[in-house]
């Protein structure tokens, strides 16, 4: 295939990858087509393989067998240098936020501009107002990382995610470690950023109440297969003992606590 843009195919599509780590089998021959301009969210158990799924989205780790294609572009047989351009579609949450500490607010945010674009720098600056401002944040470029909440550093995590306008943002747990308010609030970012930019959004997360809420499309992962994938109305119905126990928060139930 070649790496036109072709908006009735998926954005991103996962056929039959297979990973093992440390012996252990992580990814069973997973398959999902992430849809263009959705929000796909995928569920399952920590440790479960959410994250290990993200990163061969994105190229940071390479399957043992199967194929990822974005775009129509087969990522796992690029060189460094043509998955680097493939990646420039990408916008990243990643689960801590992973600011850089030495770094203002302003000089986080506008790190992507600086690295991938020749914009003059009165123009990156008015790029970094406008999406600060975009996450509720003003006037702080000249915080450090060390001075904000939990709550903040996700937002301004965000803000540099999407300072490209990329076609496909990435979140990895964003509520993690925040309080049920803060969690909420993100979510809201969450379908805001949607909303304005009618990006394809995936979104790993173990968060059933913002699954719900933010989800055009769920899919589960259970011990290395994806074992239900549909809207959230299709998992408040499902009847599969795995996906209830899960979905209603219960220890009772086949998922055995380790």
């Not at 843009?5 to 990973?19: C, L, Q």
């Amino acid at each position: 295939m070649d790496g036109e843009r072709d908006t009735t195919r998926p954005a991103i599509r996962v056929v039959d990858v297979h990973k093992t780590l440390g012996g252990k089998v992580v990814l069973g021959g997973i398959n999902l087509d992430i849809e263009r301009g959705k929000t796909t969210v995928i569920i399952g158990r920590s440790g479960g393989g959410k994250s290990v799924l993200l990163k061969h989205v994105i190229g940071l780790m390479k399957p043992d067998s199967g194929h990822v294609l974005v775009d129509g572009i087969e990522i796992t047989r690029l060189t460094d240098r043509e998955l680097n351009e493939v990646r420039k579609k990408f916008g990243m949450l990643f689960q801590g936020g992973a600011l850089f500490d030495s770094m203002t607010v302003g000089e986080n945010v506008a790190f992507p501009l600086i690295e991938h674009t020749k914009k003059p720098e009165q123009e990156i600056r008015e790029i970094v107002r406008e999406k600060l401002h975009q996450v509720g944040l003003k006037g702080i470029e000249h915080m450090m990382p060390a001075e904000l909440s939990g709550g903040m550093k996700k937002r301004v995590a965000l803000a540099r995610a999407v300072a490209l306008d990329p076609d496909i943002v990435l979140f990895d747990e964003p509520t993690t470690g925040l309080d049920p308010v803060t969690a909420d609030a993100i979510d809201d970012l969450i379908l805001s950023t949607h909303e304005r930019t009618k990006a394809t959004l995936v979104v790993i997360s173990h968060d059933i109440a913002g699954t719900f809420k933010v989800a055009h499309k769920v899919a589960m992962i259970y011990e290395g297969n994806i074992i239900l994938e549909g809207t959230p109305d299709d998992f408040r119905h499902s009847s599969d003992l795995v996906v209830r126990q899960f979905i209603e928060r219960r220890a009772e139930g086949p998922i055995k606590i380790l």
